[in-house]
């Protein structure tokens, strides 16, 4: 979020505080900052820079954290502000992801913990934040301790971009669109039926499997799809044929007049449907397709 004021808002501001505003915080020679502002005088240095601006804590907004640390909804972050995400929205996460005590959940951002913490204590699963902010981290640590699951949620310091979370069967996340396709190119090398859920935000061009919407927020879920693009031998009954499968994402495209007519891929279960119209599915093995009364082999790749 990109806040920017005139200089008359700017004046307004100073002249007349209240408990809910835009306040400097600091000059900046770094504009790559999501809280920048313009270029404006601070009045007490007489120099002036790029201007970091947040907004003070209403009173009757919510508080967050505890005795030791009150982080406030739009803080600042290193690549976001932060923004908890409804407690509605964060079980109908974790409810459209069919997370459950045999899953290993990774929350990107996790912020005060929230949502690792929704996982253990309430799916059984086991989970674990990747949250920049250290002190955001010893929260999220104290919140699992007075929840009970500190036994199997964990957190960590550090940066998503630099982490490995190739093991998680479920990532969910709330962070900007720029970041999400940061991220693509990770998530879709990770194992075929990895469940991604995302608070706001899209994948751009790779399309949802799920629409997730309560009343207080929306989001979105995709499951990761097995690689099966190239030439691939099928064998249906008595019949034989030898086609290419083309793969965008979680569709497959096929030659026009061949023996199949469209085709897609959830996680690692493949549905083509044939040029007769006959629908026919089948699992990703690897180089293998397997399918009731039914295989295909993977002789080249793309």
């Given amino acids: 979020m990109r806040i920017t004021l005139s200089m008359a808002a700017l004046a307004l501001v100073l002249a007349a505080p209240t408990a809910s505003q835009v306040r400097i915080l600091q000059t900046s020679p770094d504009p790559v900052n999501p809280l920048a502002g313009p270029n404006v005088p601070d009045l007490l240095s007489s120099k002036t820079a790029p201007t970091n601006l947040t907004r003070l804590q209403d009173p009757d907004e919510p508080q967050y954290g505890d005795e030791v640390y009150r982080p406030y909804s739009g803080q600042a972050g290193k690549d976001v502000v932060w923004v908890p995400t409804p407690d509605s929205l964060v079980r109908a996460m974790l409810e459209t992801a069919g997370v459950t005590r045999n899953d290993y959940v990774v929350d990107l951002g996790a912020g005060d913990g929230r949502i690792a913490i929704a996982a253990g204590r309430d799916f059984g699963a086991r ?12 929260l999220a640590r104290r919140n699992a301790q007075r929840a009970g699951v500190a036994d199997r949620v964990t957190f960590a310091q550090a940066d998503i971009f630099k982490s490995d ?12 669109p720029s970041l999400n396709l940061r991220l693509r190119e990770t998530i879709l090398k990770m194992r075929p039926g990895t469940r991604v859920v995302s608070h706001a935000f899209d994948m751009g061009d790779w399309e949802p499997d799920q629409t997730i919407r309560t009343d207080d927020a929306s989001g979105y879920m995709w499951i990761v799809p097995a690689q099966v693009a190239g030439r691939w031998a099928f064998e249906i009954g008595n019949e034989r044929f030898a086609t290419e499968l083309g793969q965008t994402f979680q569709k497959l495209s096929v030659p026009r007049g061949g023996p199949l007519r469209a ?40």
């Fill in 127 to 138: 989970a674990h934040g990747i949250e920049y902010n250290p002190k955001m981290v010893a």
């Fill in 263 to 302: 085709g897609e891929v959830r996680g690692t279960i493949v549905r083509l449907t044939r040029a007769n119209g006959q629908v026919i599915e089948g699992e990703v093995r690897g180089d293998t397709i397997i399918g009731r009364g039914w295989t295909a082999s993977r002789i080249a790749s793309n």
């Fill in 165 to 176: 979370f190739s093991e998680a069967t479920v990532v969910t996340m709330y962070l900007l």
